[in-house]
């Protein structure tokens, strides 16, 4: 079972009086399901027609209609327990997250384990993270995990690291500062294998209804060895199977194709690492940091790429990579080259491989991504967390290098499929907000409309997935959608002609929410999968 499905309400049911987001009709305002699927779209006087032969009759009384967004990189276990747990995001200094520490160890005192997420250290006046005695020493001497926000790297306590024979040794240790590379990799294992089934369960659980309180009708579930483990990656498809909830499809990031197909996988892709990440210095680039005499950490090189390509085309299968260095992308751009001249253009395109995060991009491997095919499956809450030239990006790589990173529009004009997510708990869960935050970017050259985003973070992870046949309402679709209370809808875009004159009624362009920094988010009202609803906003 590559895709977790629940089972469709069978009734069938009109919405009207509202506004339904639709190309079938940008000026409709009723909707007909049937059977899990969209059956019919149009206006208010024909759906007087329909009023008598349906089960239920729903008076949206004006609210908006949309397809249900597609999270397209999200870790659902990790999600959870950030929900559940000890979430150091909002900690504003090195002394705030340390009594959330404290007060978290003293809470739990029956818990294996602690496990906790979200420090950010370039975030805090003290511009330090803790020392592993601090934490010693607020947890009691207890084992405790502590991702930081970007999850590639994590601070432990000694009682932790002693469960890890031999992490000391292995690459990524040094002693005083966080845990990267193997040795992360070593004592994320030991840390998540003592969770208990019971508390990760309930973690997804926690995850995926919230989820479906933002209007996300699916998750890709971005999991793999390095991550997460197999137990979790079966049980969260066996749990979104089973119960009413968004779907959740699965990515394996393992170079062990039948593996990850036998799992239930899409594909052997996800966060399959090419390299790390800009915040912990370990995404792979072409010239060293701006803060560190080093360039980062390739995992893969060209030639693995090229093999796992291959075998995942070969299989037919989706293959992916995480790559956000420049480095990393020109392996991945080699790689794919490779595979394509030995299997051929078409087949390579065919595939629909993806590249998760893909920031650092040049002209050139932004026209490479065209010319294979390659999903762009992006995260611009990132630009909004890290970018300008004073923040994280900057940081690390200088304020020209910086101002590169994540753009979208380029992408956008190559022809590049682009697929949004969270990368959550990374950035948190929040459609809007990254529709928001694309057409919003911090460099404004790499910014793109609110309809080119939304489109993006809705039909763009259908079709990361292989599929065209949804993310829009339109007549044969699958039946997911959302319900929002929102203000007028506008047309918003970088190019203020283009907005005038698409709402201009005769562009027949169809207006969605005014994101404008510092308007309020839609409220999402209900949020129905093939036909079945699985949220409705409480007192509604």
Not at 18 to 46: K, L, N, Q, Y
Not at 49 to 54: I, W
Request: glycine share 10%; with cysteine.
């Amino acid at each position: 079972m590559s895709e977790s499905v629940p089972p469709a309400d069978h009734r069938t049911v009109l919405l009207r009086g509202g506004d339904v987001h639709s190309p079938a009709d940008p000026f409709a305002t009723a909707m007909v399901v049937e059977r899990g699927h969209i059956a019919w779209v149009g206006s208010e006087g024909a759906a007087d027609a329909f009023a008598s032969g349906v089960d239920e009759v729903v008076d949206l009384e004006g609210a908006l209609v949309t397809p249900a967004f597609v999270d397209a990189h999200v870790h659902t276990t990790a999600t959870g327990l950030a929900l559940t747990g000890l979430d150091l995001s909002g900690a504003a200094s090195l002394a705030e997250a340390a009594a959330r520490v404290r007060a978290y160890a003293a809470a739990r005192p029956a818990d294996r384990i602690l496990v906790g997420h979200g420090w950010d250290a370039s975030r805090w006046p003290e511009q330090r993270p803790f020392r592993r005695d601090e934490l010693d020493e607020l947890t009691g001497g207890r084992p405790l995990y502590l991702t930081r926000i970007d999850v590639h790297s994590a601070l432990v306590t000694t009682a932790l690291l002693d469960l890890v024979p031999g992490a000391r040794s292995m690459r990524g240790f040094r002693d005083g500062e966080p845990l990267t590379g193997d040795a992360h990799h070593a004592v994320r294992a030991a840390a998540y294998a003592a969770v208990s089934s019971g508390q990760r369960s309930e973690a997804q659980r926690a995850a995926l209804r919230h989820a479906a309180s933002l209007g996300i009708g699916t998750v890709h579930e971005c999991a793999g060895p390095d991550i997460s483990s197999e137990d979790d990656f079966t049980g969260l498809l066996k749990t979104a199977m089973e119960e009413p909830g968004p779907r959740v499809v699965g990515y394996w990031a393992d170079t062990d194709v039948e593996r990850a197909r036998a799992l239930g996988a899409v594909g052997a892709a996800g966060d399959l690492f090419a390299d790390g990440s800009l915040g912990s210095h370990t995404a792979c680039l072409h010239e060293p940091y701006a803060d560190a005499a080093h360039s980062g950490v390739a995992h893969l090189d060209a030639a693995a790429v090229a093999a796992h390509v291959s075998a995942c085309t070969e299989a037919g299968i989706q293959a992916g990579f995480h790559a956000i260095g420049d480095h990393a992308i020109s392996n991945v751009v080699e790689g794919m080259r490779a595979a394509a001249s030995a299997l051929g253009l078409a087949r390579v395109r065919a595939a629909r491989h993806r590249v998760e995060h893909a920031e650092m991009l040049t002209p050139e491997t932004v026209a490479a991504f065209a010319e294979y095919g390659l999903t762009a499956s992006v995260q611009p809450a990132f630009d909004a967390a890290w970018g300008g030239d004073t923040g994280m990006y900057a940081q690390r790589l200088g304020i020209e290098r910086a101002r590169t990173l994540n753009p979208y529009a380029a992408l956008l004009r190559a022809g590049v499929p682009l697929a949004f997510g969270s990368d959550s708990p990374v950035t948190p869960l929040d459609p809007w907000g990254t529709v928001r935050a694309a057409a919003f970017h911090r460099t404004p050259e790499h910014r793109i409309s609110v309809r080119a985003a939304f489109t993006a973070h809705t039909r763009g992870g259908w079709r990361a997935t292989g599929r065209d046949d949804a993310g829009t309402l339109v007549p044969g679709a699958p039946a997911d959608y959302a319900v929002w209370r929102t203000d007028e809808l506008v047309v918003q875009a970088p190019d203020d002609r283009v907005a005038r004159w698409s709402t201009d009624p005769r562009s027949g362009t169809p207006g969605l929410p005014d994101l404008t920094p510092g308007r309020a988010l839609p409220e999402c009202l209900r949020t129905v999968v093939s036909g079945q609803t699985v949220h409705v906003r409480p007192n509604e």
